[in-house]
């Protein structure tokens, strides 16, 4: 675990209508969900606010990439959501791939025994869950960060 930043993370999953949060604990063992913030104009002040909360020492933002690797209608809606949250925040802001994570969230909470319909209030949290921990668990293993950091004066692309 040598080059492994211990502070807690938080993960953040945008969406059109709901964002998801979760956090992991110091050591980076695990990502728990938090919260699914609903997507308005007080989204990013929210999220921050849950940042602060669990005094957070990184946001990690997934960036949703089409499989192929290319930018997706998706994918700039989450850059300007990161830029938002690195513009209005001391914290680092961090932009994941995170190409299969709302798959691995509806496929976990089919094989929990969930519907889709019953489990849309927290897909976005266990979609934030999935990627948050693949940037640990790389994180752990490489001992550099996964993904992008965010500049806060950069402008939204």
Do not use: C, W, Y
């Not at 209608?73 to 709302?102: H, I, N, W, Y």
């Not at 949290?125 to 940037?135: N, P, R, S």
């Amino acid at each position: 675990m040598s080059g492994f930043r211990r502070g807690v993370r938080i993960g953040v999953d945008v969406g059109k209508a709901r964002v998801g949060v979760a956090r992991s604990d110091p050591d980076g063992m695990l990502a728990t969900p938090v919260e699914t913030v609903t997507r308005n104009d007080d989204s990013i002040a929210r999220v921050l606010a849950l940042a602060g909360e669990h005094e957070a020492m990184e946001i990690v933002v997934g960036l949703p990439i089409s499989l192929s690797g290319g930018d997706t209608p998706s994918t700039a809606d989450a850059r300007a959501f990161a830029q938002g949250l690195a513009a209005a925040s001391a914290l680092p802001v961090r932009l994941v791939d995170e190409r299969l994570s709302t798959v691995s969230a509806h496929s976990a909470l089919r094989g929990s025994g969930r519907s889709q319909r019953n489990s849309r209030s927290i897909v976005d949290q266990v979609a934030a869950v999935v990627l948050l921990q693949q940037a640990l668990d790389v994180e752990k293993s490489t001992g550099r960060p996964l993904g992008t950091s965010v500049p806060p004066d950069q402008e939204p692309a």
